[in-house]
């Protein structure tokens, strides 16, 4: 088996580093759209949490996490993105006959995804401690372990979505359609006691849940985040072998239809 | 057939080359081996297999027979190894719309290993040969087509390879482009890499003095040196005009262009055949108007050996009983 360039998937991710600063626009929207909604979700949270245990925080102890977890899925569209992008520019069989092997290029690809996972998820739990009050009861670290789980989760899922989908289309309708059933069952929309029993049982099938589990446990300093910690890479490890084993590099995408 | 001493000195070696698409056959047992310095022109109507054979040269498909091997090393068993030596400019325009001619050169500078001073010396450097210097810091996208293959050839040659594959790189672009394309490609191989270049322009194979490799359905049918290739399938010609309509030449074989033009297969030896007809008109000669050599070319050797295998192609089919369509 060959061995990893590191330095070959550093150039693929510098070029993808670029293209993204060339637009940054959308990478922006994924930051500043939940940061806009929490003020709207907060009350509402605030209530329902109170219904459901006694008197409560501001709510933002279940709207930041949960706006996070809802703009992150977005991400996997973004990494699957970096794959289709390269088909639409006919730069994609340059990558392949270039000497980097596709582990390699793969490898490439995620590291700006999962860059930008993890600075979202720091502005916008940042802009929420700063600015929307959340108050972090138990630990920063777990906190940040979370995201690190779950953004692995996140851009491989983007992999496996990309070897699955024929279309930019298909990804695009995977995406949306994700990311609003994660963030039902992860509690984002609704908290989770308060689902239906069908969707409350169904949740812990779903990695936002354990996200999410894994913020709020991180948040009101209960136990629980280092299992949900275990569970996302657990997951992660799943679509990662789902990927690998599916993403054929000859195929060939069409990007936009 | 090719020995392995030949094939470890190539710097592209294709044998016994198979690959189908479903029940569609691309290639059907391709040799082809290119020396290092030496330039090969791939010649094949479209869906001839040109692209394919690219592509599998280039290791970005698997043939379903066949050994590929690239400065010596075999493609199946060594990919990375074999894709660094060569360098793919494929038959649509790949560069990065978005970012600029240096950022695009950049990034397969360093993809190839080149870093610090070496990668803006080379761009440099290329941006002089391909005419890119005053676009360096435009966006790619709002390049002309003809500065955009410019650039598409430039990502291929970051660092020289010892092998060099252009899928048409002068599709579309003008003729001072071509002009440039077609020196750079001559400098290529005089540094020494092997430069495999389809093209429908046959014209650009007698400028770069190429060998000609001939594709058709998927098999080569003639892979020669230039000069070789027209003497060994190329016929001249006596085309003769008279005043009136052209006499009758039956004891020899002819074509008749027009009522008052014919055209006399000379073989090697024009001078002969001309005689020959002038013995066979009798008082007829007196209104011969015009004679003319018709030299072969590269052009008349394509035509005549893609005709003659169809010719054989659609007997074939014929004498079993199925349809050649």
Known sequence: MARLSFRRSLAIARQDWRVLRRDPLPAAVLVVLPLVLIPFLKPAFHLALTLESGPAD??????????????AFFLVGNASNGFFREHAWRTWDRLRASAATTPEIVLGKLAVPYLQALI??????????????LHVYGSWVAMIGVGLAYSLFLVLLGVLVTAVCRTYIQ???VTYVGALVFAGFAGALVPHA????????????TPAYWAMDGYRAAITGSDGSVIAILVLLGFSVAVGAGGVLLLRADETKVAWV | ???????????????????????????????????????VALLGRNGAGKTTLISIAAGLHRPDRGSVRVDGIEMRDRPGSAQARLGLAGQETGVYPTLSVRQNLRFFGELVGLGGRAIGARIEELADALELGELL??????????EQRRLHLALAIMQPPPLLLFDEPTA?????????????????????????????????????????????????????????????????????????????LAPLPHVRLSESTLRVPAGG??????????????????????????????ESVFLALTEQSDSVRVAVANVNGSSVL
């Open chain 1, 171 to 173: 990804v695009y309708a």
């Open chain 1, 120 to 133: 979202q998820f720091g502005l916008v739990f940042g802009a929420g401690a700063v600015l929307l009050g």
């Open chain 2, 172 to 248: 579309g672009v003008d003729v001072r482009s071509r002009s440039r394309i077609l020196g750079l490609v001559h400098e290529l191989s005089r540094a020494g890499s092997a430069v495999c270049y389809s093209t429908h322009y046959l014209v650009e194979a007698e400028r770069l003095g190429a060998s000609v490799a001939i594709l058709h359905d998927g098999r080569v049918l003639a892979y020669d040196p230039l000069e070789r290739l027209i003497a060994a399938h190329g016929d001249s010609a006596v085309e003769l005009t008279f005043d009136g309509p052209a006499p009758t």
């Open chain 2, 137 to 146: 810091d435009r966006q790619a996208q709002t390049l002309s087509l003809g």
């Open chain 1, 194 to 205: 308060l689902l239906p029993p069908w969707a409350q049982a169904l949740a812990p099938l």
């Open chain 1, 58 to 71: 501001s709510g933002a102890g279940q709207a930041v996490p949960g706006m996070a977890i809802t703009f």
């Open chain 2, 1 to 39: 057939m090719a020995g392995a001493d030949e094939d470890a000195d190539s710097a592209l070696s294709l044998r016994g080359i198979y690959k189908s698409y479903g029940e569609v056959t691309a290639l059907a047992g391709v040799d082809l081996s290119i020396g290092r310095g030496e330039v």
């Open chain 2, 269 to 298: 030896e024009p001078g002969l055949a001309l005689a020959r007809a002038l013995s066979t008109f009798g008082d007829s000669v007196a209104r011969l108007r015009d004679a003319k050599m018709i030299q072969p070319t590269l």
